[in-house]
């Protein structure tokens, strides 16, 4: 088949361009903030009017999209290294239609595939067609060389953190290497599990203002705050969506606000459409972050 031949029909169906969706990697500087959670109940919400959305489990360490849902996929992203299928023949079909792509506990990082298990993923990329609006990439948490890739390759950085001050610290470590090494300049912020919205904010600003006086020209847009709730865990446990199991609760709520402010947040990059996203990603063609990254407020 002609790639070129293949990429103009793609572009052009019934006189209309594909569709480009939007690419947004959440990220965190800390376990246990709430990030996968965050995602699943985001994507959940987009889903619920209409939109068609694809989670991209990148936590390839340690997986855990399906395991939240209580679903038992198949085949996972291994299979499609090893050449055994395609990436429309692994995604499995969650709550409200969004589609995962699952991965797998303890498979070797994507920047440290071969060229031969390279060029069979961009291969298989090239031949996905699906309509999407959507892609939410549930990145691991920390600093390692595999989270800041996928976290440099997407249009948009969403940040997750809590009010604990080692979340605060290490989401201030990860948006500094993430600026230093890949030069991007403009994060979304969702501070989870606040006592109240005036904690939130605070915690943004306190973000807001370390940023602004060690690196410059940061800018945090703050989408929202998410509050505790201790039926959270419970859903959690029960392997079931909170925004589905108490729709009109004040968490529900103030998720849907924060993914309406998403679409008004401006991208962190001018890429992030789905191709771009993973030829970036397996092109490599980004170089590694430094080892030593983490900082606390009272160092440049």
Do not use: W
């Amino acid at each position: 088949m002609n790639d070129q031949a293949y990429t103009l029909r793609r572009i052009v169906r019934d006189g209309r361009a594909a569709s480009m969706p939007q690419v947004i990697a959440v990220t965190s500087g800390k376990g246990g903030v709430g990030k996968t959670s965050f995602v699943i109940n985001a994507a959940i919400i987009l889903a619920s009017v209409g939109k068609k959305v694809l989670i991209l489990d990148a936590d390839l360490g340690l997986a855990n999209i399906d395991v939240m849902l209580g679903l038992t996929p198949r085949y996972n992203i291994q299979h499609v290294l090893d050449g055994e299928c395609s990436l429309r023949e692994i995604m499995i079909e969650g709550p409200a239609g969004i589609r995962i792509i699952p991965s797998a506990s303890g498979i070797q990082e994507l920047s440290d595939l071969s060229p031969e298990q390279q060029l069979t993923l961009v291969n298989a990329l090239d031949h996905f067609d699906d309509d999407i609006d959507y892609m939410f990439v549930d990145t691991g948490a920390g600093i390692s060389r595999n989270v800041m890739y996928f976290n440099a390759a997407a249009q948009r950085i969403l940040v997750v953190a809590t009010p604990e001050p080692t979340s605060i610290t290490d989401a201030y470590a990860l948006i500094k290497v993430v600026h230093k090494k890949y030069g991007i300049n403009r994060f979304a912020l969702v501070v989870n599990n606040v006592r109240s919205k005036v904690e939130g904010d605070e915690v943004a600003h306190k973000l807001s203002t370390v940023c602004e006086k060690f690196l410059g020209d940061v800018f945090l847009d703050m989408l929202g705050s998410i509050p505790h709730d201790s039926n959270i865990s419970e859903c959690i446990k029960g392997q079931k969506p909170f925004v589905l199991e108490y729709p009109n609760g004040e968490v529900a709520k103030r998720l849907a606000g924060v993914v309406k402010n998403l679409d008004r947040s401006a991208p962190s990059s001018d890429g992030g459409n789905l191709h771009f996203f993973m030829r970036r990603i397996l092109l490599n063609e980004f170089k590694g972050p430094g080892e030593n990254a983490r900082h606390s407020f009272s160092r440049t």
